[in-house]
Nanobody, 117 residues
Framework: VQLVESGGGLVQVGDSLRLSCAASGRTLSDYTLGWFRQAPGKEREFVGGLVWNGGNTYYEHYNEDRFTVSRDIAKKTMYLQIHSLKPEDTAVYYC???????????WGQGTPVTVSS
């Protein structure tokens, strides 16, 4: 599976942003897709994801209901909607794919998000 993220950029505090992760290659029915982020000087952390077959979503505990993961089956695209952006949301956002029961091992190149105050 090949993954390409898009939608990042420079935004203001309080703005909303939707990131996209377009998948190609194998069928996604056996995959779980996830969003991760890595802030400057920090380790990569999990944000949220979904099981492609069925669309069940799950989030990291800090989500604070500001993050929403969704998908468009026809476009083979996963989205991450972020509301009320904060400076601490500044990071490179990555999407990743994992075959069911396996670790994430397919990664996109990332899309940077900078939140300016």
């Amino acid at each position: 599976v090949q993954l390409v993220e898009s939608g990042g950029g420079l935004v203001q505090v309080g703005d909303s942003l939707r990131l996209s992760c377009a998948a190609s290659g194998r069928t996604l029915s056996d995959y779980t897709l996830g969003w991760f982020r890595q802030a400057p000087g920090k380790e990569r952390e999990f944000v949220g994801g979904l099981v492609w077959n069925g669309g069940n979503t799950y989030y990291e505990h800090y989500n604070e209901d500001r993050f929403t993961v969704s998908r468009d089956i026809a476009k083979k695209t996963m989205y991450l909607q972020i509301h009320s952006l904060k400076p601490e949301d500044t990071a490179v956002y990555y999407c990743a794919a994992a075959l069911s029961g396996h670790a994430y091992d397919e990664w996109g190149q990332g899309t940077p998000v900078t939140v300016s105050s």
